[in-house]
């Protein structure tokens, strides 16, 4: 995946203007600045709405931001997954990454009241059970303290083995958690080789779980990796 790190282009004159909004010696933009110089300037409406959008679409340098998903890219894929200590929620057991050695990891992050989330785990082990067992392993994990997990899976039963990080705080990430999530909600989805060496991380949301060809971005990328055991 290509990173975004090139500057606009500054040949329409919209974006000309809009170069200099809020410029005061320093190449960054400044909010404040960039709101007061916009109730100034001569845009009509519809170029006004356009101009804050590829504004709101800039870092502090003036540089296109990366996306979430160009950001969990660029930490995860190519290197060696981070490390874990996760507790299981059916029977409290705690496992570490060692589990995954030598077979082809599949790590599901979601949140617990996502709906969405807990039908695409239910899909992927229905496809995970269609694969060798010797081959690959499957693991859904979530910010929650077991008593959390365990009433989940009384309400929720699942066709995939949950992990608990029952170090998050509320409104912020388990330990765990954020050496693999860019940000709460949704799901991301995390896929190693057998030598632990990350080969796809996919962030989905709410709407793109709800299409049919979801997941298959996931599948491909770990039968893949099982092809190259």
Request: with cysteine.
């Amino acid at each position: 995946m290509q990173r975004l790190s090139t500057r606009i282009p500054q040949q329409p004159e919209v974006v000309q203007q809009a170069d200099h909004v809020g410029d005061d010696g320093d190449s960054r933009h400044h909010p404040e600045q960039v709101e007061e110089e916009l109730a100034t300037a001569d845009f009509d409406p519809k170029t006004l709405a356009w101009v804050r959008f590829l504004i709101g679409c800039l870092d502090s340098d003036g540089f296109l931001a990366p996306s979430d998903d160009e950001l969990l890219h660029n930490r995860l894929v190519g290197r060696r997954a981070p490390g874990w200590l996760l507790q299981r929620a059916d029977d409290g057991r705690w496992i570490d990454d060692r589990a995954l050695r030598g077979r082809v990891g599949v790590l599901v992050f979601f949140e617990l009241g996502c709906a969405e989330c807990v039908a695409a785990l239910d899909d992927l082990g229905q496809w995970a059970r269609r694969q060798p067992a010797s081959a690959l392993t499957l693991f859904a994990v979530a910010g929650a303290e077991l008593p959390v997990g365990r009433a989940f899976l009384g309400r929720t039963p699942l066709l995939v083995s949950l992990l608990l990080d029952p170090t998050r705080r509320p409104g912020g990430l388990g330990d765990v958690i954020r050496q693999f999530v860019i940000s709460p909600g949704g799901m991301t989805v995390v896929v190693t080789d057998p030598r632990g060496v990350v080969r796809h991380a996919a962030l989905l949301d709410a709407a793109e779980l709800s299409e049919r060809d979801a997941l298959d971005d996931v599948t491909a990328a770990a039968a893949r990796a099982m092809r190259r055991r």
